[in-house]
T-cell receptor, first 111, second 114 residues
Framework: AQTVTQSQPEMSVQEAETVTLSCTYDTSESDYYLFWYKQPPSRQMILVIR??????QNATENRFSVNFQKAAKSFSLKISDSQLGDAAMYFCALRRNDMRFGAGTRLTVKP | IAGITQAPTSQILAAGRRMTLRCTQD?????MYWYRQDLGLGLRLIHYSNTAGTTGKGEVPDGYSVSRANTDDFPLTLASAVPSQTSVYFCASSEDQGGYYGYTFGSGTRLTVV
């Protein structure tokens, strides 16, 4: 069974500051993929960043980066230079065949 | 436009009624999925289809059925709706089954069962 846990239901950050969203997961597979999705109030699901489990190097996409710790089964998302448009629900997800999601973290950005 | 179209956008449904949520994609993706999103629970997989003509059960399949007659369409049917099926429903598709590609999501259907 695959499970994903996001222990922070809500987080807030000051504009231009850095915030880290936590995610842990459990799987018996050695080959899998991890994702962070953003869901703004529009309800649309937007892919933020992807990490292949076989790669040790942490993925980076502009202001978004991850800290992938395979042994600890941890996959946190760091958002640098936070912007008002970053305010959204963020979902961590694990994919081997189908995708399993965490409960989500609601991020508020304060001006 | 390339992507997934879901219909309706929202619906209020009387308990006991039958309802089909529509999902159509134009990307020729083989794999398609239905999820429900509930506050505090994230997105949970209802049913999936790896290719036309095949379907499978996800985490929460009870009360729902799907069909996959062709590559583009993947409707979700609630045979007799109950209030616990009040949720936002997302259809998604993927270019692969193996995992590298993420999902393309539809914009969701908000269903309220009263």
């Amino acid at each position: 069974a695959q499970t994903v846990t996001q222990s922070q239901p809500e987080m807030s950050v000051q504009e231009a500051e850095t915030v880290t969203l936590s995610c842990t997961y459990d799987t018996s597979e050695s080959d899998y993929y991890l994702f962070w999705y953003k869901q703004p109030p529009s309800r649309q699901m937007i892919l933020v960043i992807r990490q292949e489990a076989y790669k040790q190097q942490n993925a980076t996409e502009n202001r978004f980066s991850v800290n992938f710790q395979k042994a600890a089964k941890s996959f946190s998302l760091k958002i640098s230079d936070s912007q008002l448009g970053d305010a959204a629900m963020y979902f961590c997800a694990l994919r081997r065949n189908d995708m399993r999601f965490g409960a989500g973290t609601r991020l508020t950005v304060k001006p | 436009i390339a992507g997934i179209t879901q219909a309706p956008t929202s619906q209020i449904l009387a308990a006991g009624r039958r309802m089909t949520l529509r999902c159509t994609q134009d990307m020729r993706h083989n794999a398609m999925y239905w999820y429900r999103q509930d506050l505090g629970l994230g997105l949970r997989l209802i049913h999936y289809s790896n290719t036309a003509g095949t379907t499978g059960k996800g985490e929460v399949p009870d009360g729902y059925s799907v069909s996959r007659a062709n590559t583009d369409d993947f409707p979700l049917t609630l045979a007799s709706a109950v209030p616990s099926q009040t949720s936002v429903y997302f259809c998604a598709s993927s270019e692969d089954q193996g995992g590298y590609y993420g999902y393309t999501f539809g914009s969701g259907t908000r269903l309220t069962v009263v």
